[in-house]
């Protein structure tokens, strides 16, 4: 059962992949946020999707990520900022 819930949660984590468009998120949102919802209950370590989303690359590209995102917006928000004065 657990196998099944972390696939599914996984599966509604990438839908906003292929199928949102650019615009604001909206009511849509909530598939994907329930999606990870679901795999923090059914995807341990005894689970494919808990596996392949704690594989050494996978946790490398989140870190990655996570620290870019934090950087970025500040660089891309204070030009605006000072420019709109």
């Known amino acids: 059962m657990a196998q099944a819930l972390a696939l599914i949660g996984l599966i509604m984590m ?3 992949l292929v199928a ?5 998120p909206g009511p849509e949102t909530l598939i994907p946020v329930l999606g990870v919802v679901l795999c923090l209950l059914a995807a341990g370590s005894t689970t494919l999707v808990g596996r392949a989303l704690t594989a050494p690359p996978v946790l490398l590209i989140g ?3 996570y620290g870019t995102y934090l950087w970025h ?6 030009p605006r900022l000072v420019l709109m004065r």
């Open 14 to 16: 990438c839908v906003p």
């Open 20 to 24: 949102f468009g650019s615009a604001s």
């Open 63 to 65: 870190k990655a990520s």
């Open 73 to 78: 917006w500040p660089l891309l928000v204070m």
